[in-house]
Nanobody, 114 residues
């Protein structure tokens, strides 16, 4: 079992940067595929980025070149570095851990002002 806990959200101006962290308890973190999803008001939750246990990454087209996902297995933590933020990046960001089942964090709010 892996229980994700997100942190690092906040309010930032357009063009700014934020780094989200997801600390995941549980001894299976290193073999889990970790991902970030987001949900804006009135919209469905959407995929943002993911990183496999081997370090392969995948990004939504809307964030490619601006966001970077990484992981530190020694710290059981996955990061999302967000640069060149846009107002449309405003959402609650959720950390996801995929093993045989999926585990979700509670989310952290990111607000980008224009």
């Amino acid at each position: 079992q892996v229980q994700p806990v997100e942190s690092g959200g906040g309010l930032v101006q357009a063009g700014g940067s934020l780094r989200l962290s997801c600390a995941a308890s549980g001894r299976f973190f290193s073999i889990a595929t970790m991902g970030w999803y987001r949900q804006a008001p009135g919209k469905q939750r959407e995929f943002v980025a993911a990183i496999t246990s081997g370090g392969s990454t995948n990004y939504a087209d809307s964030v490619k070149g601006r966001f970077t996902i990484s992981r530190d297995n020694a710290k059981n933590t996955v990061y999302l570095q967000m640069n060149s933020l846009k107002p449309e990046d405003t959402a609650v960001y959720y950390c996801n851990a995929k093993l045989v089942v999926e585990y979700w964090g509670q989310g952290t709010q990111v607000t980008v002002s224009s």
